[in-house]
């Protein structure tokens, strides 16, 4: 299986600071993606990078990743109150790997406004 | 499109009551898996399915059964429900080919008396 841990556990920042979380994994992925979840809601994809790939923009999100270190970090700048959610990675390996994709606890991000 | 939809989104069981989680999704994609999440432990994977008529066990599949007859459906059976079986279970799907991304429902919280 796949999996994702995610460092810190919890993040406590205020309104426009940035905030940074950490991601590792334990097997060869082909692709390793970020999810979002709102209190009480279904997880919301947010952004996937490639194994090829070191790092992705999309709007205030900047993905790293460092395969040599199967690691990834998560940047959100300026942060919003909007943006209090829990956020969690998955790698997933490529070939014929159906995916067994499994998450970890996530990080537990508050933004103060 | 209404994507996943998971029914019902609350429920209450008695220790060995049965019931069943229903999941659609009107994407046509191949790809769908049950998770439950429980504080302090992230998402669980319960079970999983590539396609009508395949299923195979994810991480926690004891207690649960499913089947995979359409496309669309992907329902998560609870034979004799147990207090441990208290969750929030959240249904997901994705696209076989695709890059990966998963696509949540809003969640069922089952609780079990």
């Known amino acids: 299986s796949q999996q994702g841990e995610e460092d810190p556990q919890a993040l406590s920042i205020q309104e426009g600071e940035n905030a940074t979380m950490n991601c590792s994994y334990k097997t060869s992925i082909n692709n390793l993606q970020w999810y979002r979840q709102n209190s009480g809601r279904g997880l919301v994809h947010l952004i996937l990078i490639r194994s090829n790939e070191r790092e992705k923009h999309s709007g205030r999100l900047r993905v790293t990743l460092d395969t040599s270190k199967k690691s990834s970090s998560l940047l959100i700048t300026a942060s919003r109150a909007a943006d209090t959610a829990s956020y969690f990675c998955v790698g997933r390996a490529g070939g014929t790997s159906y995916g067994k994709l499994t998450f970890g606890q996530g990080t537990i991000l508050t933004v103060h406004p | 499109n209404a994507g996943v939809t998971q029914t019902p989104k609350f429920q209450v069981l008695k220790t060995g009551q049965s019931m069943t989680l229903q999941c659609a999704q009107d994407m046509n994609h191949e790809y769908m898996s049950w998770y439950r999440q429980d504080p302090g432990m992230g998402l669980r994977l319960i079970h999983y399915s590539v396609g009508a008529g395949i299923t195979d066990q994810g991480e926690v599949p004891n207690g649960y059964n499913v089947s995979r007859s359409t496309t669309e459906d992907f329902p998560l059976r609870l034979l004799s429900a147990a207090p441990s079986q208290t969750s929030v279970y959240f249904c997901?799907?994705?696209?076989?080919?695709?890059?990966?991304?998963?696509?949540f429902g809003e969640g069922s919280r089952l609780t079990v008396l």
């Open positions: 997901a799907s994705r696209n076989q080919r695709d890059t990966g991304e998963l696509f």
